[in-house]
């Protein structure tokens, strides 16, 4: 190779990157011992920012746009500065594109169930997942913070560091929102909004930031769930009456149509059965209640005034004694519980009778 090719080689170099792997963040442009030859043509396409590293020191990020890479307005040493090397420079320069366009469709989600206490279900747990994007927002931060020297940088060795940011804010919000688990499904766009914004300081530490963020579903435990469905199928069912005899109706067809002949006349036995009993659940619970005696009636105590002082209580049986033996006669005060006041023995009609036991005389004595 003559010297004037060799010349036009160190003369001639283009730098370019076009991306089709979708998860690839930043990629190094990789040259033979890191050299950027003088009139080198740096190009950024769209979507891309070109972060330039002089012997490992950051210099400069380049935005969308044609660059023409010269000394006299690079902070950077080219070979045709060291002719004593040999166009050999000592100095090495690396070139590093960073993929600024939105990375969509990454999935977040809680790993274990968070606890929260609900308004209306008390202390209970819950889980949530969705998706959401992300964006290199600062180029040199991002580059300085997490890529490093790694030439080849992928949404994945991020991602699970942005999971944790997002679950994190996503338990601190919920919780301190206090709103019921039943209508968290219509707060989701809300939630969301609070969430991103509640690590947009965090991930801005990296270079990055999060554009979109969304909740997608927020589940209660299976058992919590299948309680809510038993809820929900009590509510619909609407007049019980009604639907166990349609219950019993459909067991009828269902027994007929399952065993031909014989089925439907076990079917209609057993479905007539349970429409009997289905139509009034309670009339075997009400059939002993009836057929036992009634209580036995509560009998009256009473109390006597005699000389201004109270006795008693006595019996009705022990009164009637009394009034045989002539120790309760018709004006003896008498009281018992419920009575307005004294009364004599001939005014209460319970206690009247005892001096009509004899017979009067006979008519014409």
């Not at 891309?48 to 490992?56: C, D, L, P, R």
């Not at 308004?119 to 964006?135: D, H, L, M, N, Q």
């Not at 007539?272 to 009636?297: E, F, G, L, R, Y």
Request: glycine letters at 10%; a negative charge.
């Amino acid at each position: 190779m003559g010297i004037l090719d060799f010349l036009t080689g160190e003369f001639i170099d283009v730098i370019h990157w076009t991306d089709d792997t979708r998860d690839t963040m930043v990629w190094r442009f990789e040259r033979e011992d890191h050299e950027i030859k003088y009139g080198a043509k740096l190009t950024v396409r769209e979507g891309q920012a070109a972060v330039f590293v002089h012997e490992g020191q950051l210099a400069d990020v380049f935005t969308p746009g044609l660059y023409m890479l010269e000394t006299n307005n690079m902070p950077i040493m080219t070979t045709l500065q060291h002719w004593d090397h040999g166009f050999k420079s000592p100095f090495k320069s690396e070139i590093y594109y960073v993929n600024t366009t939105r990375f969509n469709d990454l999935k977040w989600g809680t790993k274990n169930p968070i606890m929260l206490r609900d308004p209306e279900f008390g202390p209970t747990r819950i889980r949530a997942f969705g998706t959401y994007s992300v964006k290199v927002s600062d180029p040199a931060t991002f580059l300085r913070e997490i890529v490093g020297t790694d030439g080849e940088f992928t949404m994945d060795e991020i991602s699970y560091q942005i999971r944790n940011i997002i679950v994190q804010a996503f338990t601190r919000t919920i919780a301190a929102s206090g709103i019921p688990v039943l209508d968290m499904a219509a707060n989701t766009a809300d939630l969301g909004k609070l969430i991103a914004g509640a690590i947009s300081e965090t991930v801005a530490a990296y270079g990055l930031s999060i554009p979109e963020l969304y909740i997608e579903n927020i589940s209660l435990p299976p058992a919590v769930e299948a309680a809510l469905d038993t809820r929900t199928s009590r509510g619909l069912t609407g007049d019980l009456d009604a639907h166990m005899k349609y219950a019993a109706a459909e067991a009828l067809r269902s027994g007929g149509e399952a065993s031909g002949a014989m089925g439907a006349g076990m079917g209609a036995g057993m479905g007539m059965a349970m429409a009997q009993q289905m139509a009034n659940p309670w009339a075997q619970s009400a059939a002993p209640a009836a057929a036992a005696p009634p209580p036995p009636p509560v009998e009256n105590v009473w109390h006597i005034a005699d000389d201004g002082k109270t006795k008693g209580p006595f019996s009705k049986a022990a009164l009637g004694r009394m009034a045989a033996e002539g120790a309760l006669t018709r004006e003896t005060h008498v009281w018992t519980q419920g009575q307005d006041g004294w009364k004599t023995a001939d005014e209460v009609d319970e206690l009247a009778k005892l001096f009509t036991v004899s017979p009067p005389p006979p008519p014409g004595a």
